[in-house]
């Protein structure tokens, strides 16, 4: 043991004739663990909550989305799809046809977003259709009678909304009409609800709905048009790098859109609030690491006899110097180990035994997910131990300053 660390020792473990710089130091080590394991705990359900939010988002979604600039549809889009669908990186492609509308079921209403679809292949690309809670999407895959009223899967807050149960019939009226001698007449029909999905996103509970394509393409009377393909890509990150490359196969009639773009603002505000969180509870460490200071700067007070002593018998100013450094990191360290410790074992635990419990009618989810990782241990730990080796810093350089000559005149 080096002689720097045998007197940092020393001075750590040896009974001090003033108590407070104790109880001070104690403080500092319970401070900084405190923060860290804040921190660490903080970021693991800020994770959880990202992951969670990001698989279900991406379930109900696709990853890259391809449609005309113009805004018309696709009518050649079967032979686009077979181009594109061996596109790498795409594992599944489906087509789909949007409409917004407007859904009646009694004398209640509310506005819908109707996708049309082929079942099969949006089964492929997302999951909002395995999220049925009640009734069936069986009935999308049968082909409808002329005078057959087109099966409808609705989402649970529309459902709620429109009081609308799977056997009941919604009228579905379209903006989009035909034009007839007395003007411009929308067109509407009526479709029987066989499905209730809740895929715990209130945007698509509350607006989506699915039919087949071809009941969607009847219905605002289009032909055999889509308005996107869809993509499922084997890698999420690669979304922008396979928008681009479907893009350019498409031709430059076509925009290529990814998930990523179209959450931007969603994912922006989580790590908005991941920062604004890391900074509030950092302050936790800062405060412990002024503790540190005060404590090293009390105990070269404290200890200003026995540095002279040290001095005159030879010891170098450094070596002064690497002591209270050393002090004040081992304070760190210690402070930081605990924390990491406290940190991880209640994330283990929070995961493990569900600890804190969520009503799954608010937030979609029965309990805080955690997702403790270990590059957050990493940089948590190496912010709380560079703040505590700063904090030695000024002390360190006092104990250095010290005159032995004057220190010890009148002993």
């Given at each position: 043991?080096?002689?720097?660390?045998?007197?940092?020792l020393?001075?750590?473990?040896?009974?001090?004739?003033?108590a407070?710089?104790s109880?001070?130091?104690?403080?500092?080590?319970l401070?900084?663990a405190?923060?860290?394991?804040?921190?660490?705990?903080?970021t693991?359900?800020n994770?959880?909550?990202?992951?969670d939010?990001q698989?279900?988002?991406?379930?109900?979604?696709?990853h890259v989305n391809l449609?005309?600039?113009d805004?018309?549809g696709m009518?050649?889009w079967r032979?686009?799809?077979?181009?594109l669908q061996s596109?790498?990186d795409?594992?599944?492609?489906a087509?789909?046809?949007y409409?917004?509308l407007?859904?009646?079921?009694g004398?209640?209403?509310?506005?819908?977003?109707?996708?049309?679809?082929?079942?099969?292949?949006?089964?492929k690309?997302?999951?909002?259709?395995?999220?049925?809670?009640?009734?069936s999407?069986d009935?999308?895959?049968?082909?409808v009678?002329?005078?057959?009223?087109p099966p409808?899967?609705?989402?649970?807050?529309?459902?709620?909304?429109?009081?609308?149960?799977?056997?009941?019939?919604?009228l579905?009226?379209?903006?989009q009409g035909?034009?007839?001698p007395?003007?411009?007449?929308p067109r509407?029909r009526?479709?029987?609800?066989?499905?209730v999905?809740?895929?715990?996103?209130?945007d698509f509970?509350?607006t989506w709905?699915f039919?087949?394509?071809?009941a969607?393409?009847?219905?605002?009377?289009?032909?055999d048009v889509?308005?996107?393909?869809?993509?499922?890509l084997?890698?999420?990150y690669l979304?922008?790098?396979v928008?681009?490359?479907?893009?350019q196969?498409?031709?430059?009639?076509?925009?290529?859109?990814?998930?990523?773009?179209?959450?931007?603002?969603?994912?922006?505000a989580?790590q908005l609030e991941k920062?604004i969180?890391v900074?509030?509870i950092g302050l936790?460490?800062?405060?412990?690491a002024?503790?540190?200071?005060?404590?090293?700067v009390?105990?070269?007070?404290?200890?200003y006899?026995?540095?002279?002593?040290?001095?005159?018998?030879g010891?170098?100013r450094?070596?002064i110097?690497?002591?209270f450094?050393?002090?004040?990191?081992l304070?760190?360290?210690a402070?930081t180990?605990?924390?990491?410790?406290?940190?991880?074992?209640?994330?283990?635990?929070?995961?493990?035994?569900?600890l804190?419990?969520?009503?799954?009618?608010?937030?979609a989810?029965s309990?805080?997910p955690?997702?403790a990782?270990?590059?957050?241990?990493?940089?948590?730990?190496?912010?709380?131990l560079v703040?505590s080796?700063l904090a030695?810093?000024y002390?360190a350089?006092?104990?250095?300053?010290?005159?032995?000559?004057e220190?010890l005149?009148?002993?």
């Amino acid at each position: 043991m080096s002689f720097e660390s045998f007197v940092a020792l020393r001075y750590l473990r040896a009974k001090r004739k003033v108590a407070v710089i104790s109880v001070i130091t104690a403080i500092s080590v319970l401070g900084i663990a405190a923060g860290v394991t804040s921190l660490i705990v903080a970021t693991a359900i800020n994770n959880g909550f990202r992951h969670d939010l990001q698989e279900r988002l991406l379930g109900a979604m696709a990853h890259v989305n391809l449609q005309r600039k113009d805004g018309n549809g696709m009518e050649t889009w079967r032979d686009l799809l077979g181009q594109l669908q061996s596109a790498p990186d795409v594992v599944a492609s489906a087509p789909a046809l949007y409409g917004t509308l407007l859904a009646s079921h009694g004398n209640r209403s509310s506005q819908m977003i109707l996708k049309g679809v082929d079942p099969d292949a949006e089964l492929k690309v997302g999951n909002l259709l395995n999220s049925i809670r009640e009734g069936s999407s069986d009935p999308l895959r049968k082909p409808v009678a002329p005078n057959e009223a087109p099966p409808v899967v609705i989402g649970k807050v529309m459902a709620d909304s429109l009081g609308a149960r799977p056997g009941d019939s919604i009228l579905l009226t379209s903006p989009q009409g035909h034009l007839t001698p007395f003007g411009m007449v929308p067109r509407y029909r009526y479709f029987r609800v066989v499905g209730v999905f809740d895929s715990g996103f209130y945007d698509f509970d509350s607006t989506w709905a699915f039919t087949s394509l071809p009941a969607a393409q009847q219905l605002l009377g289009l032909g055999d048009v889509v308005s996107v393909l869809e993509f499922k890509l084997d890698d999420i990150y690669l979304a922008p790098e396979v928008a681009r490359a479907i893009e350019q196969r498409a031709g430059t009639d076509y925009a290529g859109s990814h998930w990523m773009e179209q959450n931007r603002a969603l994912f922006s505000a989580l790590q908005l609030e991941k920062t604004i969180t890391v900074i509030t509870i950092g302050l936790i460490v800062f405060v412990a690491a002024l503790n540190i200071l005060i404590s090293l700067v009390m105990m070269v007070m404290e200890k200003y006899r026995d540095i002279a002593v040290l001095v005159s018998m030879g010891a170098r100013r450094n070596q002064i110097r690497n002591i209270f450094l050393l002090q004040g990191v081992l304070i760190g360290m210690a402070g930081t180990a605990l924390g990491l410790i406290a940190g991880y074992t209640l994330c283990w635990l929070g995961s493990r035994h569900q600890l804190i419990r969520l009503d799954p009618n608010v937030y979609a989810i029965s309990f805080v997910p955690f997702d403790a990782r270990i590059v957050d241990g990493v940089w948590v730990a190496a912010a709380a131990l560079v703040i505590s080796f700063l904090a030695t810093l000024y002390p360190a350089h006092n104990a250095t300053s010290i005159a032995p000559a004057e220190a010890l005149r009148y002993e």
